[in-house]
């Protein structure tokens, strides 16, 4: 009944929220033009103005936090990239899909994303936006043989099977983005090292990477031996990123100043292998790890200059996060050698279900609109960026879309402090088998375990586990207002709290949606 009642009374407050929600773009102005910045593998720890503990300057990011708002409990759908990436483009979660649990590596594929699936750059192009996506793409794409069939598998030879005269299928051009210049999957440990420009391979693959000529330390040992393309700089990629973007705003400023642009900057950092630029190599105090982190914070601080010198900062939204915890060879090194903790101070990485694998950085900034230097505390996924931007451009989201997305523009403004979302879903590594649940201050987990990395096995992890006390229990009950180090599973002492939000988790999943249907 409980549920019931709360499920209710959040209905009511997104029809109302949503129904006035277009107010927040001033009658007669421009539609804000929107900058969504996603890092990669960057944790909660990793940035100074979420741990003042960090090894690490980050005067970019502490300048959004401080000239808008920082979100303290904003969490990534799941604590890998691809499902995390197919979430934040869709506003759904992806363990609904088939494949959801899915991380491609190479020529992956095919997308997750359904055609004809409405999408936050289609519904942003649909309501007169111009939209590019400059980066890691890692929802899947189609490639071709000479035959025209599909290539499927993995590893090199799925590679050499591909004809690069073919258009690719399924990417970002295919689901909303006007414009995409960037990776397959992850740009620097993949088995294809080459650009897409729009849906072909302008450079193809002509080798294999010659590894002896790059880095040597312990962050720099995921660089897979696959084939890479002449004009593709494996230190240097996100540098390139950079300058894509900057030339999609410069020119789109020049040639449309009335048209508003949607702008999807997904950085290869802090992925590993950790390849800072020369330039930023030594730099920091805390290692090639550390470089890798002060560089993604130069390539925001060079964002938000080109939008300064364009005059366009003042009616932009930039938005910045992460797609799930730090890594565990970053963490794991950078505590020994550094004394920095990239997941500080939540237990868990990447991967785990454990707070550290998928609470993030989440820093909005929108002049006049989001008041500067406030924090946040409201539950939030990034899930949320679809509904939230649809009620900021006045757009309605039919009922077969973003079916996991809230709308938190009322948070953004600073007008409502009641809870929006009644609950929250995480993923974990194996999608639906490491599903877990939040509501108010608890979480369960839907299994043993971290959901992701062996801390029992795993030589490197083993220091930091830490015993289940309620071993023979078949899942994990935390109270995170309690408990935030989630130390004691309370699944056998709360039995009541375990069935409700069992039961919570299991009409979510039957239904397929968190977000209530509207009318």
């Not at 197919?86 to 190479?106: C, D, E, I, K």
């Not at 450079?203 to 330390?217: E, M, W």
């Not at 523009?409 to 879903?425: K, S, V």
């Not at 919570?504 to 509207?518: A, D, I, M, N, V």
Request: hydrophobic share 35%.
């Amino acid at each position: 009944m409980k549920t019931t009642a709360l499920l209710i009374l959040t209905s009511l407050s997104v029809l109302l929220t949503s129904g006035n929600a277009f107010a927040a773009t001033k009658a007669g102005q421009q539609k804000p033009n929107i900058v969504l910045i996603l890092a990669d593998d960057l944790g909660y720890g990793d940035v100074r103005c979420y741990n003042d503990q960090s090894k690490v300057a980050t005067p970019h990011l502490d300048r959004l936090a401080h000239e808008g708002m920082r979100f303290t409990d904003a969490h990534s759908p799941a604590t890998v990239c691809t499902p995390t990436r197919y979430s934040l483009m869709t506003g759904q979660m992806a363990f609904r899909v088939p494949n959801g649990g899915t991380v491609f590596t190479g020529v992956g594929g095919p997308s997750l994303i359904a055609p004809g699936r409405l999408t936050l750059p289609s519904m942003l192009r649909d309501n007169g936006y111009a939209t590019a996506c400059v980066g890691k793409w890692h929802v899947g794409l189609t490639f071709f043989d000479k035959e025209g069939q599909p290539v499927r598998g993995d590893g090199v030879e799925a590679v050499r099977r591909v004809d690069f005269s073919r258009r690719i299928d399924g990417g970002p051009i295919d689901h909303g983005f006007q414009s995409f210049f960037g990776t397959a999957c992850c740009p620097t440990t993949d088995w294809l090292y080459a650009f897409i420009e729009n849906d072909r391979v302008p450079v193809p693959p002509t080798g294999l990477v010659d590894r002896s000529k790059l880095p040597k330390h312990p962050y720099a040992n995921d660089c897979r031996l696959g084939l890479i393309a002449p004009d593709f700089p494996m230190e240097e990629v996100d540098l390139i990123f950079l300058k894509k973007s900057r030339e999609f705003l410069e020119q789109h400023v020049r040639q449309s100043p009335g048209k508003p642009f949607f702008l999807f900057h997904s950085a290869q950092a802090v992925h590993l292998p950790s390849f800072a630029a020369p330039q930023f190599q030594g730099k920091t105090n805390a290692g090639p790890h550390g470089d890798f982190i002060h560089q993604l914070d130069h390539v925001v601080g060079e964002l938000l200059t080109t939008l300064e010198e364009l005059g366009v900062a003042d009616n932009t939204i930039v938005i910045f996060t992460s797609d799930n915890g730090p890594e565990t060879t970053s963490v794991v090194h950078m505590r020994a050698d550094y004394g920095h903790d990239g997941a500080r101070p939540w237990r868990g990485m990447k991967r785990d279900s454990w707070e550290g694998g998928h609470r993030v950085p989440f820093l909005v900034r929108w002049p006049e609109r989001v008041k500067a230097g406030t924090t946040s505390a409201q539950l939030t996924s990034l899930t949320d960026v679809m509904a939230t931007v649809a009620a900021i451009i006045g757009a309605k989201l039919p009922d077969n879309a973003a079916e996991d997305s809230f709308n938190m523009l009322p948070a953004w403004l600073g007008e409502d402090q009641a809870r929006i979302r009644p609950y929250l879903l995480q993923q974990a590594f194996s999608g639906q088998r490491t599903l877990s649940i939040r509501r108010g201050d608890w979480k369960y987990l839907h299994h043993t375990g971290s959901g992701g990395n062996r801390y029992e096995s795993d030589p490197v992890l083993k220091p930091f586990h830490l015993p289940d006390t309620a071993s023979d229990a078949p899942g994990q009950l935390y109270n995170l207002a309690t408990d935030p180090g989630e130390t004691t599973n309370l699944y056998n002492a709360q039995p009541e709290v375990v069935a409700e939000l069992k039961a919570l988790l299991e009409q979510s999943k039957t239904s397929g949606r968190s977000r209530p249907h509207q009318p």
